[in-house]
Nanobody
């Protein structure tokens, strides 16, 4: 089970922190991260972390602005989003893959469990 929180509305240049609280699976050996979907656009991989060693995957569009982290003791993954831009506006979803990421980390079909979305709105 995944519980996402932390979305909201900010002005461009602002920051938000998303949190994904996980339960019901072995947290320290999974791929957990964030996807987003804007109206009329495909679901897009934002950032994913491999909880066994902390290795992270980050989309080029957010590199240098977003940072993903995992707290294995608390079973929580967070996404710190800085320097937000209007194009970051989307519904953000937390997702988990318990097996290898077939098709690459951006392949949303590789993730078997999804949390509810949280809206992020960035105004110019």
């Amino acid at each position: 089970q995944l519980q996402a929180s932390g979305g909201g509305s900010v002005n461009a240049g602002g920051s938000l922190r998303l949190s994904c609280q996980a339960s019901g699976f072995r947290f320290d050996y999974a791929f957990i991260g964030w996807f987003r979907q804007a109206p009329g656009k495909d679901r897009e991989g934002v950032s994913v972390i491999r909880t066994s060693d902390g290795y992270d995957y980050v989309a080029e569009s957010v590199k240098g602005r977003f940072t993903i982290s995992a707290d294995n003791a608390d079973h929580r993954v967070e996404l710190q989003m800085n320097s937000l831009k209007p194009e970051d506006t989307a519904i953000y979803y937390c997702a988990v893959a318990l097996n290898d990421l077939r098709g690459g980390w951006k392949n949303w079909r590789a993730y078997g469990y999804w949390g509810q979305g949280t809206q992020v709105t960035v105004s110019s």
